[in-house]
């Protein structure tokens, strides 16, 4: 039904930039509030920024200052601008949504996930 496709990861080192990118995909009405969050090795998943529709932004602590949330409503697409990587922000990052699907009074919530891009900052 709705997918999300997350691009952009890779091998970068210290101090480097990566943007990924996450496009949704299908029978969409509308889409909440969209995030990125990332799973290191041996670690639990964790948050690392939001945006709501209306362009309101979160942070973690150790994304702020270095990492840019953004999306394209028109696109369906949320970014992460990663700046001055660090050796610990390598993880799998995955993008989340909350979906709206159906039509005019039948519609659905979803909470969907990416299938996960893998960053590596080496030192």
């Known amino acids: 039904q709705v997918q999300l496709v997350e691009s952009g990861g890779g091998l970068v080192q210290a101090g480097g930039s990566l943007r990924l990118s996450c496009a949704a995909s299908?029978?969409?009405?509308?889409?909440?509030?969209m995030a990125w969050y990332r799973q290191a090795p041996g670690k639990q998943r964790e948050l690392v920024s939001d945006?709501?529709?209306?362009?309101?932004?979160n942070y973690a602590i150790s994304a702020k200052g270095r990492f840019t949330i953004s999306r394209d409503n028109a696109k369906n697409t949320v970014y992460l601008q990663m700046n001055s990587l660090k050796p610990e922000d390598t993880a799998v990052y995955y993008c989340?949504?909350?979906?709206?699907?159906?039509?005019?009074?039948?519609?659905?919530?979803?909470?969907?996930w990416g299938q996960g891009t893998l960053v590596t900052v080496s030192s």
């Open positions: 989340n949504a909350a979906v709206v699907i159906g039509s005019p009074g039948n519609v659905r919530y979803l909470e969907v």
């Open positions: 299908g029978s969409i009405v509308n889409i909440g509030t």
């Open positions: 945006i709501t529709n209306g362009g309101t932004t």
